[in-house]
């Protein structure tokens, strides 16, 4: 099979396409962009449009930038166009909302790829990647301390100036933010025993309470994904510590769309219509600032209690991720190999294959399965 070369399985086949060959996988890097493959050609395909097994899905998401294409999908009516009614619920992070995707409260989660790995490494949920929802690109997500801090850098930050680890704000522990934090330290030469990691106290949003704490000076740090990193920027004059976006994390993938194996497999023309219709959303997301801009706002910060002048100035100075339109196996396999690194695969040998978590079954992803 030629790289890029979709097989198909029967006569189902999702839009988003797997483009690197199994047999190929260890020989292949990522070309980082959202819309190329370097040498490898992507296709892309209508998928199966047969009746709708369900009609009306709930997806919960973290209301983050990193969800813009499920926003604009929804906000443009593409959803609906393709005969689909999706309710788009917040949550505060891929592991809070695992619960309510196995109990069918949720049909389909995005987040980000760290919880639902580890979720399916442990056992907990049987669940299959969908699609790649989003690249982190620079300014994207970066460390932050307010400003009079006697943390100005990374150095700093592994020795704190007060003779005490510093605490850093994460939304959830053993997830994507210890991943971040502790390769940003380990690449300058430091480790993430050198710092505390702290979630936020209290009920809501997550990022929304490490603002608070932020500036109440009960953390000394915070990890924060736009738009809250503007938010901190803007609101209290949070100082950018260190950017993600560099050495090992430089284009990292880090949201994801998944459902439980069970419903995947049994919803393919619904998937497939989800899909199409995101795909459009992921497209306008990375060729219009203008419509991203007013789905965060809309879905993002006003419903956190800015007013629109606030809302739109938030969105006009944040930084955006990129929003791939295809799932490149070598750069999702950077998620495992990064949390192996990292002690978030607890009990396995070698870091986890991202190739088990896709879906091989007909009216999913476009490729033979292994073996």
């Known amino acids: 099979m030629l790289i890029g070369q979709p097989n198909r399985i029967g006569k189902l086949i999702y839009p988003l396409i797997v483009a690197v060959a199994l047999a190929t996988l260890s020989a292949c890097t990522s070309s980082g962009s959202s819309d190329s493959m370097g040498a490898a050609g992507t296709v892309a395909m209508p998928g199966p449009t ?15 930038a ?19 009614t999706v309710k788009i619920a917040p949550t505060g992070g891929g592991e809070l ?5 196995t109990s069918g409260k949720a049909d389909i989660v995005a987040g980000n790829y760290v919880s639902f790995v580890q979720a399916q490494i442990s056992r907990k949920a049987d669940l299959r ?14 460390v932050y301390v307010m400003p009079g801090s006697k943390i100005k850098t990374v150095a700093a930050l592994a020795s704190h100036p007060g003779g005490h680890k510093a605490k850093i704000g ?16 380990q690449d300058q030469g430091y480790s993430l025993s050198d710092v505390s990691l702290v979630p936020p106290t209290g009920k809501g949003n997550p990022f929304a309470l490490l603002l608070s704490e932020l500036s109440s000076g009960a953390i000394d740090a915070a990890w924060l994904p736009e738009p809250f990193a503007t938010i901190a920027q803007q609101n209290f004059g949070a100082v950018k510590v260190a950017d993600f976006d560099q050495g090992s994390m430089q284009n990292f993938p880090i949201g994801t769309y998944i459902g439980t194996t ?6 393919p023309n619904t998937i497939a219509a989800f899909l ?3 795909q459009r959303g992921q497209q306008t997301a990375d060729t219009n600032r203008g419509q991203v801009e007013s789905s965060l706002i809309k879905n993002t910060l006003l419903p956190n209690g800015m007013n629109k002048a606030q809302a739109s100035q938030i969105a006009a100075l944040m930084t955006l991720n990129s929003y791939p339109l295809i799932m490149d196996v070598p750069t999702l396999q950077r998620v495992s190999d990064s949390m192996f690194a990292f002690n978030l695969e607890s009990g396995l040998p070698k870091p986890y294959s991202m190739t088990s978590m896709i879906q091989w079954e007909p009216g999913t992803i476009g490729m033979s399965p292994p073996g």
């Open 50 to 64: 047969g009746a709708l097994e369900q009609s009306t899905i709930t997806v919960e998401a973290v209301p983050t």
């Open 66 to 84: 990193d969800e813009a294409g499920l926003y604009i999908a929804s906000d443009l009516g593409y959803f609906a166009q393709g005969g689909l």
């Open 97 to 101: 909302a695992i619960p309510d995707l």
């Open 129 to 142: 990647i969908i699609a790649n929802g989003s690249l982190m690109q620079p300014g994207n997500q970066a």
């Open 170 to 185: 994460v939304n959830t522990l053993n997830n994507i933010g210890q991943l971040l934090i502790g390769s940003l330290l």
């Open 262 to 267: 069970k419903w995947v497999t049994s919803h």
């Open 276 to 278: 199409r219709a995101l």
